[in-house]
């Protein structure tokens, strides 16, 4: 993978790392903060214990991601950064269709963008442009 594509796998990391936070030891503060105008604020207490398995499921994303990133083998690094950027942007757009439109942004946007230019590389190498 070229150095563009690992810095928006680092972008997509980033975000996610700050969702895990957010959603697993920050849910009565930055939880509300974010999302406040969804959720009634006396929603939040009950709410935790739910927040912190979907921060689990945001860390199982980076961890994949973090993961690509390490592998030696150029195939099995893209193949699986694929894999776990795909099931980032196939979550940003339920969410964003679900829950609020900004997901779509913050979430859908930065992993499509990294798979675009996975593509992209891909197709100069099979096509040799």
Same mark, same amino acid.
């Given at each position: 993978?070229?150095?563009?594509?690992?810095?928006?796998?680092?972008?997509?990391?980033?975000?996610?790392?700050?969702?895990?936070?957010?959603?697993?030891? $920050?849910?009565?503060?930055?939880?509300?903060?974010?999302?406040?105008?969804?959720? /009634?604020?006396?929603?939040? /207490?009950?709410?935790?214990?739910?927040?912190?398995?979907?921060?689990?499921?945001?860390?199982?994303?980076?961890?994949?991601?973090?993961?690509?990133?390490?592998?030696?083998? /150029?195939?099995?690094?893209?193949?699986? $950064?694929?894999?776990?950027?795909?099931?980032?942007?196939? $979550?940003?757009?339920?969410?964003?269709?679900?829950?609020?439109?900004?997901?779509?942004?913050?979430?859908?946007? /930065? $992993?499509?963008?990294?798979?675009?230019?996975?593509?992209?590389?891909?197709?100069?190498?099979?096509?040799?442009?």
């Amino acid at each position: 993978m070229d150095i563009l594509a690992k810095i928006f796998i680092g972008i997509v990391i980033a975000i996610h790392l700050y969702i895990v936070y957010m959603e697993m030891f $920050a849910w009565n503060s930055l939880g509300r903060k974010t999302f406040g105008k969804l959720i /009634p604020k006396e929603v939040f /207490p009950y709410t935790k214990k739910l927040a912190n398995n979907q921060g689990l499921y945001n860390f199982f994303l980076a961890a994949g991601l973090i993961w690509s990133l390490l592998i030696q083998d /150029p195939i099995w690094q893209k193949n699986i $950064a694929i894999f776990f950027l795909s099931c980032v942007v196939l $979550a940003g757009l339920y969410g964003g269709i679900t829950v609020h439109k900004k997901i779509f942004t913050f979430q859908l946007v /930065p $992993a499509g963008v990294a798979l675009l230019i996975i593509y992209i590389n891909e197709s100069h190498v099979v096509f040799g442009n």
